[in-house]
């Protein structure tokens, strides 16, 4: 009985402090959020494309670009946080050893930081980027020092709500090379807490099921043990068991049943009850303390 209490008392606890943990995250979460940022690539005057113009995910010939548009669409709705700022940057980065090292970069500002005392946030801001221009930058750097790097350009949108959350979309853009492809994606802290909630909350129903599932076994057990106390005897002195032949149960009805269609005992020492047929043991351990069972 003191078992069972506690069992519940935790029980209790876990949903109490599930409670608090979702309602917490839920508060901070209260967000809207969208992003439609998009871009696409001008060509230089040719003769082979009969469309300037080239839409978002394609591969891109590096030496026909002439501009590369990008459009930043972003609205953030925040009813707990009231600071929100932002700016747009764009920064080359070379490096060495396959791209793992970065050895030198340079910053460009786009857009300055731009704070806005409200609980929303809606950024629309274009910028048409001359692709050569950093194509170049990057040239006379190799140049000047007379190696070869791995080379990219990134456009990045940060927002920074209260000096903390720092959600950014970024444009990944590869200079130096015949044939490139730009990546754009966006970091949001926003979506990883809410996995984490729904992570949370999946592991307190595991945990209340596995309780509950403990406790109702132990209820069945017991009233089985009652149902059927005529045909279990319980011993001081345990029989010898021949443990070459002995099958371990897992149910307590499986054992029952094998006394009743063998029309034979069962015998119950210190929780460990067992019935012997044709000279195979079948045994089954009961976790449960102080069951009354009949006595001979």
Same mark, same amino acid.
């Given at each position: ?11 209790? %606890?876990?949903?109490?402090? =599930? $409670? ?8 901070? *979460?209260?967000?809207? %959020? ?17 469309? *300037? ?5 394609? &591969? ?8 590369? @548009? ?8 925040? #009813? ?16 060495? +050893?396959? =791209? ?6 340079? +910053? ?5 930081? @731009? ?26 750097? #190799? ?9 990219? %350009? ?8 209260? =000096? ?13 090379? @015949?044939?490139?492809? $730009? ?13 984490? +909630? ?15 599932? $403990? ?13 059927? #106390? ?5 011993? #001081?002195?345990? /029989?010898? $068991?021949? &443990?070459? /032949? ?22 119950? &020492? /210190? ?6 047929? +044709? ?18």
């Amino acid at each position: 009985m003191f078992k069972k209490i506690i069992i519940i008392f935790l029980l209790i %606890l876990i949903l109490f402090l =599930g $409670i608090i943990f979702i309602n917490k995250n839920l508060s901070k *979460n209260n967000i809207e %959020l969208e992003n439609k940022t998009t871009y696409n690539v001008t060509l230089k005057p040719n003769i082979y494309f009969s469309n *300037n113009k080239l839409e978002a995910n394609n &591969y891109y010939i590096a030496n026909s670009i002439e501009n590369i @548009n990008v459009y930043f669409d972003y609205y953030l709705k925040n #009813q707990n946080k009231e600071n929100i700022s932002y700016d747009i940057t764009a920064s080359l980065k070379s490096y060495a +050893d396959n =791209g793992t090292k970065l050895i030198w970069t340079k +910053d460009f500002n786009l857009k300055k930081l @731009n704070s806005i005392n409200e609980k929303e946030i809606n950024i629309k801001e274009n910028y048409n980027l001359d692709y050569q221009y950093y194509v170049n930058y990057v040239k006379s750097f #190799q140049e000047y020092y007379n190696i070869k790097t791995e080379n990219y %350009l990134y456009i990045k949108l940060n927002l920074k709500i209260d =000096g903390k959350i720092n959600p950014n979309v970024l444009l990944t853009i590869p200079i130096n090379e @015949n044939i490139i492809e $730009i990546t754009l994606k966006e970091e949001n802290p926003f979506l990883k807490n809410n996995n984490i +909630d729904f992570s949370f909350i999946f592991i307190i129903i595991v945990i209340i099921l596995l309780i509950i599932k $403990i406790l109702f076994k132990k209820d069945n057990e017991k009233a089985i043990l009652k149902e059927y #106390q005529d045909i279990i005897i319980t011993i #001081q002195n345990k /029989h010898n $068991i021949n &443990y070459n /032949h002995i099958i371990y149960l897992t149910n307590l009805k499986d054992l029952i049943s094998i006394a009743l269609n063998n029309k034979i005992n069962i015998f119950n &020492y /210190h929780n460990t009850y067992y019935t012997t047929v +044709d000279n195979t043991t079948y045994l089954y351990i009961l976790n449960i303390d102080n069951l009354s069972t009949s006595h001979v």
